[in-house]
């Protein structure tokens, strides 16, 4: 497997990665189709997408992941949103979305970054070192699936500001 950043032409690739990773999945309501392929659309138009990383097999793309800025809390700079993150689902469960994550995490570190948040599956991202903690936030989601990972500083307090791209899943 390679992973790789965003070329120019990409784009539609990762539309429908991203479709297809989140077509169907419990979190939409019945009838709803998914719209992380728009979070990511509408991050990328604004200018802030700060990672977006292509997994290839056999020279084909079959994963993706995004990261983009966050505030927490009081900290306007140095937190980055992990999401969506997307595997096409017949490679799902193959280790792609591990390697996505694992290789944005190292290059967010090497970057100098504060730490990553996100909202997901604790029993998913644990292995990566995320922890739900206590005073971190995310208006409207239940506090186990607010997770962060910090780089060395403090850990995150307060609520996490993702941008307004993010308002396309409702939340």
């Known amino acids: 497997m390679r992973i790789r950043d965003e070329q120019p032409g990409d784009a539609p690739r990762i539309t429908e990665i991203q479709y297809a990773a989140f077509k169907g999945h419990p979190r939409h309501p019945p009838g709803a189709g998914p719209f992380e392929h728009h979070i990511v659309e509408k991050l990328r138009a604004s200018g802030a997408l700060t990672l977006s990383l292509l997994a290839e097999l056999d ?3 079959v994963g993706h992941i995004a990261l983009s800025p966050a505030a927490v809390g009081q900290d306007e700079e140095g937190w ?6 997307g595997v096409l689902p017949e490679m799902q469960g193959r280790g792609v979305g591990s ?10 570190r090497g ?7 996100l909202v997901g599956d604790p029993g998913y991202y644990a292995r990566f070192g995320f922890l ?3 005073g971190l936030g995310y208006p409207g989601v239940p506090g186990q699936y607010v997770l962060a990972v910090s780089f060395g500083g403090n850990p995150p307090q307060g609520d996490i500001a993702a941008h307004e791209a993010f308002d396309a899943g409702g939340h």
């Open 59 to 61: 020279g084909q793309a």
């Open 80 to 85: 980055l949103l992990l999401g969506p993150v």
């Open 99 to 108: 390697a996505l994550v694992r290789e944005a995490l190292a290059r967010m």
């Open 111 to 117: 970057a100098g970054a504060s730490g990553v948040v």
């Open 132 to 134: 739900s903690l206590p």
